[in-house]
């Protein structure tokens, strides 16, 4: 069965610093892998995903994340974090037509 | 990109009314939609698998007879609580399914959300 798992629950960093979110998965084959983020009250708006090809995904907003099969791991990364980056960032795991597994969430505070 | 569009937003109901959210792929064809629900600060649960034309599949510990799932067409997919509780209160959010093929091939679209609180 398919898992995901972010061993955060809430980051902190700071305005300007570097970001990285971890995620690990569990999935029988190939995966599709995605980041999510939420503002509060709000839906959910896809950062980036992974099929297949380049390990290292480029996003929306200057996030980035590489995908190392040997780890199961689809980290997100972000140079320089801005006060707005703010909200809780979901890493999940789908396959081709087929349901999408979210992982419980990491919330990202900023501080100035 | 592909818009899902969810109706209502919020919605505000009395105990041992149903209520019925609706979601609709505004530009693309979905055979497939998801519904999730999303209890406060945590992670989004899958419910259910809503095919066209089908029977939806639901998780395990969904309750079929409390979510009803409807999916009559390959644009619009609904869920009804049926006589909602408190406990029922929360945020759903359905997803959509373009396909393999095209703009967003593979990748799941999300509705805005709607929050259902039960009094």
């Known amino acids: 069965a398919q898992s995901v798992t972010q061993p955060d629950i809430h980051i902190t960093v700071s305005e300007g610093a570097s970001l990285e979110l971890r995620c690990n998965y569990s999935?029988?084959?190939?995966?599709?892998l995605f980041w999510y983020v939420q503002s509060p009250g709000q839906g959910l708006q896809l950062l980036l995903k992974y099929f297949s090809g380049d390990t290292l995904v480029q996003g929306i907003k200057g996030f980035e994340a590489e995908f190392k099969r040997s780890q199961s791991s689809f980290n997100l990364r972000k140079p320089s974090v801005h006060w707005s980056d703010a909200a809780e960032y979901f890493c999940?795991?789908?396959?081709?037509?087929?349901?999408?597994?979210f992982g419980a969430g990491t919330r990202l505070f900023v501080k100035a | 990109g592909a818009v899902v569009s969810q109706h209502p937003s919020w919605v505000i109901c009395k105990s041992g009314t149903s209520v019925k959210i609706e979601c609709r792929s505004l530009d693309f064809q979905a055979t497939t939609m998801f519904w999730y629900r999303q209890f406060p600060k945590q992670s989004l649960m899958l419910m259910a698998t809503s095919n066209e034309g089908s029977k939806a599949t639901y998780e395990q510990g969904v309750e079929k007879d409390k979510f009803l799932i409807n999916h009559a067409s390959l644009t619009l997919s609904t869920l009804t609580v049926t006589s909602a509780h408190p406990e029922d209160s929360s945020f759903y959010i359905c997803s959509a399914y373009p396909g393999l093929a095209g703009a967003g091939a593979g990748e799941l679209f999300f509705g805005e959300g709607s929050r259902l609180t039960v009094l």
């Open positions: 999940a795991v789908g396959a081709r037509g087929f349901k999408t597994i």
């Open positions: 999935y029988g084959a190939t995966p599709y």
